[in-house]
């Protein structure tokens, strides 16, 4: 049994670093960490135009210090110009789009409310090569919460895939059997992002000895059958899959509320929370993959020079940071990261 192990310096593909404030709170978590990460745009208002995630992008730098690149993406609305997506693209500002089915989740009221709406902006993402990165939900009333992963693969993604061939697609946060399937059986351009959550939790999490907001994310944790088939695609070294955290942090009162936002903070211990996971199903040899090379490898990206050592025996993590409540509060995970 080994008690270190060394990894290039990995990236978060999916964190939510939100703005002003909170920012400033969370940005450097994510900094110690990552030596990149994609930033989700669905701010108030959403980032659609290249000046505001120009200016995002400069807010994230000085907030999160030096040796960290934020790669910034583009909210998708219903009336998405293929133009601006390209000349911010050509700029080198965004590095892929993000679409939200409206009302899926936080911040998504502005989303597309039907994918034929985008379609000549992801003809031209096609053309120029931004990947495409989708919250993979339907948002019907008449499908069950916990369906709606499975029913997006079969009513949207599946079409979306097959029409855009040369389209990279990023299915993020997957949560089902379906989609890790999916993704597995799918083109070369298509991959997937895991959260430690649902490596780790099933949808018991959400109501042990009453209910527990402070595990309520979206895509919501499902049954255990699913955490075991995203985490056996996690563990597997299939080079689709790789390390996205969804890192979303609300303050304590908009979380234990009478309509609790959904999102956990799990930026300070993430890579900690993944090598305990590899380590429980003796594949800390494929940790560096999932977590280091096969995203930049996605991307088209170069894999970092830095190096990272984790050693053994994890510390205990804070009851709170600010007015958040980190992912893993008063427990420890196996691992931490040597000084």
């Known amino acids: 049994m080994t008690d270190t192990i060394t990894i290039r310096r990995p990236d978060d593909w999916h964190v939510h670093l939100r703005d002003g404030e909170m920012l400033q709170l969370v940005a450097p978590y994510t900094a110690r960490q990552f030596a990149r990460a994609i930033v989700m745009p669905n701010l108030v208002p ?39 997506l390209a000349r911010g693209h050509a700029e080198r500002v965004w590095v892929a789009a993000k679409l939200y089915p409206a009302g899926a989740t936080t911040n998504s009221d502005s989303g597309v409310t039907d994918i034929r709406n985008i379609w000549a902006a992801l003809e031209r993402m096609q053309a120029i090569g931004m990947p495409l990165l989708v919250h993979g939900e339907v948002t019907s009333h008449d499908v069950d919460v916990f369906d709606r992963e499975a ?26 059997k379906q989609a890790a ?29 009453g209910l527990r907001p402070h595990a309520y994310c979206l895509p919501v944790v499902k049954r255990e059958e699913h955490r075991l088939a995203v985490r056996a695609a996690a563990v597997s070294g299939n080079p689709k899959f790789f390390l996205g955290t969804d890192s979303a942090p609300h303050v304590v009162g908009a979380k234990e509320s009478s309509c609790g936002c ?28 999932f ?49």
């Open 181 to 209: 399937q999916f993704v597995a059986d799918a083109p070369a351009n298509v991959g997937a992002t895991i959260t430690p959550q649902h490596l780790m939790l099933n949808r018991n999490a959400l109501f042990q000895g």
């Open 46 to 84: 959403p980032v659609t135009t290249v000046e505001q995630a120009s200016a995002y992008r400069d807010r994230i730098v000085a907030a999160a210090g030096e040796g960290f690149t934020p790669l910034m993406t583009c909210y998708l609305t219903d009336k998405a110009s293929g133009d601006e």
């Open 151 to 176: 029913v997006f693969i079969d009513r949207v993604l599946a079409s979306l895939v097959h029409d855009f061939p040369d389209l990279k697609v990023v299915f993020e946060h997957i949560t089902t």
């Open 262 to 289: 959904a999102g956990l903070f799990n930026a300070p211990f993430a890579i900690e929370a993944y090598a305990q996971v590899f380590d429980e199903d003796g594949a800390l040899d494929r940790l560096e993959a």
């Open 291 to 339: 977590a280091s090379l096969n995203g930049p490898a996605f991307y088209g990206l170069p894999i970092n020079d830095e190096l990272m050592t984790l050693v053994r025996g994890g510390e205990i993590v804070p009851d709170r940071i600010g007015e958040v409540v980190p992912y893993g509060a008063g427990s420890a995970f196996g691992w931490r990261i040597q000084d």
